[in-house]
């Protein structure tokens, strides 16, 4: 399947919060391990990824035709045992269950956005190797195209899922929480000065009661539109109601930069990605230190072709990954990689690129990423396994494998 097939080009890779982890020995070149579900042709196994302690949530949705699943496992002691393959009656080709998923604790969710409106299926694990259905989330406005649970992100007891289809292509926010053990839908939020086409909604985060909204394609006229610019809407919550706090647009914004694609935020700190910016990404960090946000620097990472980042501490070491599916176009396409980024205290600085092992044309590592306790987790949907784009995630131990140069290179992706 050439990339331009695949189920949504949503490239997404996220660079997560994990805790340190000590583990004795002598440091690996690659990935502890590459864990694969009982897929096939085109399945894109990773194409979403989520993880959380010991568990790995990862969405193929291809399967099937493109009606999809997702797989739970357990990951410990350096393998990931498979505990469920999650999917629904309702779910039908084209689908795509498994096109974006979220995991906190015991809650699971995964997104089928294009099953009419889109739907979010919550799940539940009371225990070990026990995955039981809880609910469907719909907008009960929704209507064919919304793309309903194209993202999503999770706080605590707070769900956001944002609809960047919705109002043709003008797009929404769902804010849901939970009340008496069931999600009940809070807000509905749009763009103040949306128009049709931004796609806001195409990325979201939350922290606390803040959430931050992408819209790629604010300023253009259409998602193929070269004049895009992009921009990012933040919302407060008080007292169970959210309000509008600022919208941010790029610094020297220039056409086609797609300015909100990506998105993370923390108590201090917004990062936005510009996967358009000169054909690279760019990545701005914000800060709050008079009350409103205010851009403190941006990144233009050295690896080329279009990608997106979320940036995240990555523990004592302050060291950041951003996914670059897209690396090594020429002359091999797709290989992808992960750009290493260290956090300083005025912002991001770029200290090295870093392939997967055994990287073969086509991989797309680092389309999507997860992290938690048990390590890193770097999506490689393209990957061809057993067989065609089957896809796969590799496990990495991040502190024998992440940061000691011990990467593998390959003469198919210079």
Not at 38 to 48: K, R, T
Not at 330 to 337: A, D, E, N
Not at 350 to 355: H, N, Q, T
């Amino acid at each position: 399947m050439n990339p331009s097939n695949r189920v949504c080009m949503n490239p997404r890779f996220a660079v997560l919060a994990v805790v340190m982890l000590v583990i004795a020995g002598s440091a690996a070149a690659g990935e502890l391990r590459l864990v694969t579900a009982n897929s096939g042709v085109a399945d894109e196994f990773g194409y979403s990824v989520a993880a959380d302690a010991n568990l790995l949530l990862a969405g193929a949705p291809g399967e099937n035709d493109q009606a999809g699943a997702a797989y739970v496992f357990r990951c410990e002691n350096q393998g990931c045992l498979q505990e469920a393959r999650l999917s629904n009656l309702t779910v039908t080709s084209g689908h795509a269950f498994g096109a974006e998923v979220a995991l906190f604790g015991a809650d699971l969710f995964v997104a089928a956005p294009r099953q009419n409106a889109g739907a979010v299926f919550a799940y539940q694990r009371p225990a070990a190797g026990v995955v039981t259905a809880h609910s469907v989330l719909m907008a009960k406005d929704g209507a064919a195209g919304d793309e309903f649970g194209a993202t999503m992100a999770f706080d605590g007891n707070t769900l956001v899922i944002g609809a960047p289809g919705d109002d043709n292509d003008r797009g929404s926010v769902h804010v849901y929480v939970r009340q008496s053990g069931e999600w009940v839908l809070q807000s509905h939020l749009f763009a103040w000065d949306g128009a049709a086409r931004d796609r806001f909604g195409s990325a979201v985060a939350i922290q606390g009661d803040r959430i931050a909204v992408g819209a790629p394609f604010d300023g253009g006229i259409g998602m193929a539109s070269p004049y895009a610019r992009g921009a990012v809407y933040l919302f407060t919550r008080s007292g169970g109601l959210w309000a509008p706090e600022q919208k941010i647009l790029a610094p020297n914004a220039a056409n086609g930069d797609l300015f909100g694609r990506s998105l993370h935020l923390s108590a201090n700190r917004l990062v936005v990605g510009a996967p358009g910016r000169n054909d690279h990404l760019e990545a701005s960090w914000f800060e709050r230190p008079g009350g409103s946000w205010q851009n403190l620097g941006s990144l233009l990472p050295t690896a080329p072709w279009r990608s997106t980042v979320r940036l995240e501490p990555l523990f004592a070491q302050r060291r950041s990954m951003g996914g670059v599916p897209f690396a090594a176009v020429f002359p091999s396409p797709g290989c992808g990689l992960l750009t290493n980024l260290r956090e300083e205290l005025a912002g991001y600085i770029e200290v090295g690129s870093l392939k997967l092992r055994s990287p073969r044309p086509g991989d797309l590592s680092g389309w999507a990423g997860s992290a938690s306790s048990s390590g890193v987790f770097v999506a490689a949907p393209g990957r061809n396994v057993t067989t065609q784009q089957q896809g796969a995630v590799a496990w990495y131990d991040p502190v024998r494998q992440m940061f000691d140069d011990s990467f593998d290179t390959a003469d198919l992706c210079p």
